[in-house]
């Protein structure tokens, strides 16, 4: 390797211990990162949307940036994610979304038959996401050597929010929709996996170290329906798209050996299932990130300390944990037990990497 090869190593994030992680190789602490980490739970955050509301704080690549910035900085994580939203290309698409008060995203357009399938608008990812394009690269120009994640919402979960109209608890219409007009359903999955794939394309060559797609609300689904409807789409865009992966879902324990076929790197977990299980229905060949309930956050430091304990226990050491939430940090939490979360895992994983060696040793 020449000098100049390896200062540019040094200034990358290659060997950062979530790319680590990710490749499964031991690293000297577990890496971690939070979802939702920037967010109205910081006071930093609330003060930039004084100033904008949220979709313009999107769109704002230098804002988005900074946002993400912050949020690294403030929580010293592993990783950043870059500021964006799973809904942003169903704008593009002519799906009429609006942040409305109180904070539910709404679609005035929704998806109820085949025709509005029909009617729904493709569009060229840099003419309209390009913004989160430029957010990547301005980021990793403040940040050279923290890696970026990049991200997309899966075809399932942005079906659900383009048929329902907007969040849902049951998803009854996505289902109806899904059993009652599978070929309009099946052409709905096409459109948003193939906008996926390059949606995501995009964000990788513009820099993110990482991609990871969110099916938030995957875990509605019956076994047999995710793997008829989803599994093909979600294998689809991890294979198109190469390089490491993150695949999530939510209350998804009784179909994480499903979710695995997609292929990606590593899957997310949540606080329903038990991290050490969770791993073995998934396989050690793949990374794993998770899982500590959110409302953890909202206990004391004693508990957050022995939940952290306890996940930690349960993944062993092993590498390719990377600790997470298994949902976003919610939005009445102390910033103060979010960064005392980051320390502990930061301090009791290189703590048990030591006694595992001392053990190791006496044997
Ligand atoms: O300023 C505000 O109050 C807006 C709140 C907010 C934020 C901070 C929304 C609205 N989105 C985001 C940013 C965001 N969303 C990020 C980047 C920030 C970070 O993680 O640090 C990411 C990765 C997302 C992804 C996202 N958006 C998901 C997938 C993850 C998850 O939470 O399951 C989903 C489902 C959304 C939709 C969404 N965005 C916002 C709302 C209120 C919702 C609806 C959630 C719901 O239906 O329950």
């Known amino acids: 390797?020449?000098?100049?090869?390896?200062?540019?190593?040094?200034?990358?994030?290659?060997?950062?211990?979530?790319?680590?992680?990710?490749?499964?190789?031991?690293?000297?602490?577990?890496?971690?990162?939070?979802?939702?980490?920037?967010?109205?739970?910081?006071?930093?955050?609330r003060k930039v949307r004084e100033k904008v509301d949220f979709l313009s704080l999107c769109h704002n690549s230098q804002l988005a940036a900074q946002v993400t910035v912050q949020a690294v900085d403030e929580l010293g994580v592993d990783a950043g994610i870059i500021f964006a939203d799973i809904l942003l290309p169903l704008e593009c698409m002519g799906s009429g979304l609006r942040f409305a008060k109180g904070d539910g995203p709404v679609l005035d357009n929704p998806i109820r038959s085949a025709g509005d399938v029909e009617r729904l608008q493709e569009f060229d990812v840099e003419e309209g996401l390009g913004y989160v394009f430029q957010s990547v690269r301005n980021f990793i120009a403040e940040r050279p050597t923290v890696p970026l994640i990049g991200f997309a919402g899966a075809p399932f979960t942005l079906a659900s929010y383009l048929i329902e109209g907007g969040s849902s608890?049951?998803?009854?219409?996505?289902?109806?929709?899904?059993?009652?007009?599978p070929e309009a359903f099946e052409k709905l999955m096409v459109l948003l996996t193939n906008m996926t794939i390059a949606y995501l394309q995009g964000q990788k060559q513009a820099g993110a170290h990482c991609l990871m797609l969110f099916d938030s609300w995957v875990g509605a689904l019956s076994r047999h329906d995710f793997a008829?409807?989803?599994?093909?789409?979600?294998?689809?865009?991890?294979k198109a798209v190469s390089g490491p992966t993150i695949y999530f879902g939510t209350?998804?324990?009784?179909?994480?050996?499903?979710?695995?076929?997609?292929?990606s790197t590593a899957l997310g977990v949540?606080?329903?299932?038990?991290m050490a299980a969770a791993w073995s229905a998934i396989g050690h060949d793949r990374a794993v990130m998770g899982n500590l309930d959110p409302c953890v956050l909202?206990?004391?430091?004693?508990?957050?300390?022995?939940?952290?304990?306890l996940i930690l226990q349960q993944t062993g050491a092993r590498p390719g944990h990377i600790f997470n939430l298994g949902h976003g940090i919610?939005?009445?939490?102390?910033?103060?037990?979010?960064?005392?979360?980051?320390?502990?895992?930061k301090e009791r994983s290189q703590a048990l990497r030591g006694e595992s060696r001392t053990i190791g040793m006496k044997r």
């Not at 008829?228 to 991890?238: A, C, D, E, G, T």
């Not at 209350?251 to 292929?263: F, K, R, V």
């Not at 919610?330 to 895992?345: A, H, I």
């Open 1 to 45: 390797m020449n000098s100049d090869q390896k200062s540019g190593r040094e200034q990358g994030c290659e060997d950062s211990l979530f790319l680590r992680a990710l490749r499964l190789e031991a690293t000297e602490r577990t890496p971690v990162w939070l979802m939702r980490q920037a967010g109205r739970y910081q006071e930093s955050y």
């Open 169 to 181: 608890r049951h998803f009854d219409k996505t289902k109806a929709f899904m059993y009652c007009q």
């Open 228 to 238: 008829r409807h989803v599994l093909p789409h979600s294998r689809r865009i991890v």
């Open 251 to 263: 209350s998804c324990g009784g179909m994480l050996d499903l979710m695995s076929e997609a292929g």
């Open 270 to 274: 949540d606080w329903r299932s038990d």
């Open 298 to 309: 909202l206990a004391g430091r004693e508990e957050i300390a022995a939940q952290v304990d």
């Open 330 to 345: 919610l939005q009445n939490t102390s910033q103060e037990n979010v960064r005392f979360l980051v320390d502990t895992v």
